[in-house]
Each structure stands twice: as structure tokens, then as C-alpha cells.
């Protein structure tokens, strides 16, 4: 990981509030997926492709943490 320039952040166990990084991403997941849903006028039942599809678009988002 040293080589990569990963930092390891260890967190207790079932303690979600510790690792703010994969909260925010799940806020952002679930607040898009029901958007994307909402407005393309979608019922529930499409709630896993939508989920599929903002995940695509976050993992190619630029980040602030990374650089270029």
C-alpha cells in the first residue's frame, strides 16, 4: 500500500461514523439513485439499474483528493 501512497485508516468494527470517506460516497449514492429515478419517472423496480448507473457516474467523477 506504501508504495501506492495508501494511507491504511483503521476504524472499530460496526462503527460506520468512523470512516466519513464511504459515508459520503453512500449519501451520494442513494440521493442520486433516487433522482436519477424520480427523473426518468421510473418505479422502485429499477432501483438496482439506477444504483448501477450512479455508481458508474461517481466512480468517474473528478475527486478533490486526488490529484489530475
Known sequence: ?????????????YTPEQNPVAERFNRSLMEGTRALLEHAGLPLSFWV???MVMVFILNRSPKRLLEN
Not at 500500500?1 to 468494527?13: E, H, L, R, V, Y
Request: no cysteine.
Open 1 to 13: 500500500m506504501a508504495d501506492q501512497g495508501i494511507q491504511p485508516m483503521p476504524s472499530t468494527p
Open 49 to 51: 439499474d439506477a444504483a
